[in-house]
């Protein structure tokens, strides 16, 4: 094969450092609009941003020159600096340290597609902390890590 061919879909999750319900429906879209572009500027095309108050989900094509985790870490710098410059909210706005972030198949892209867009009914059900523990579990993951 003379060329590379890539196609490595990201499923990442981030919070609101210490949990804090931070991003207020009134916000939510500048905050989710601004993530997306910023995305698009590393190469790394947007399928779909939503959230919780304390919580973001993206659905991304990884750029093959860059890493998850400097997309992440670029990706969380930015957009808390621009929380903070826009004065978005009334307190100094950070993202926690960590981040999840899962491949995704072209098989079930369409269902992590809704399961991302569906996120406010979806945690009416079930909290983020207990769906995240539960993800650990089924998945036989280390929460310490």
């Not at 450092?17 to 989710?32: D, N, V």
């Not at 957009?79 to 950070?94: G, M, R, T, V, W």
Request: hydrophobic share 40%; glycine share 6%; net charge positive.
């Amino acid at each position: 094969m003379s060329h590379s061919i890539h196609n490595v879909w990201i499923h990442a999750i981030w919070a609101t450092k210490e949990r804090r319900g931070l991003i207020s429906p009134s916000i939510e879209k500048a905050i989710h609009s601004f993530i997306s572009d910023q995305f698009r500027e590393l190469g790394c095309p947007v399928r779909i941003i939503n959230g919780m108050l304390d919580h973001v989900h993206a659905l991304f094509l990884l750029n093959p020159q860059k890493s998850i985790s400097e997309v992440i870490k670029q990706i969380k710098g930015s957009s808390s600096h621009f929380i903070n410059q826009k004065d978005l909210i009334p307190e100094k706005f950070a993202w926690q340290t960590g981040y999840a972030a899962y491949s995704v198949s072209a098989s079930i892209m369409e269902r992590v597609y809704i399961y991302i867009r569906n996120q406010k009914n979806h945690h009416q059900k079930i909290s983020f902390q207990k769906k995240y523990e539960e993800f650990i579990i089924k998945n036989g993951l280390d929460k310490g890590g």
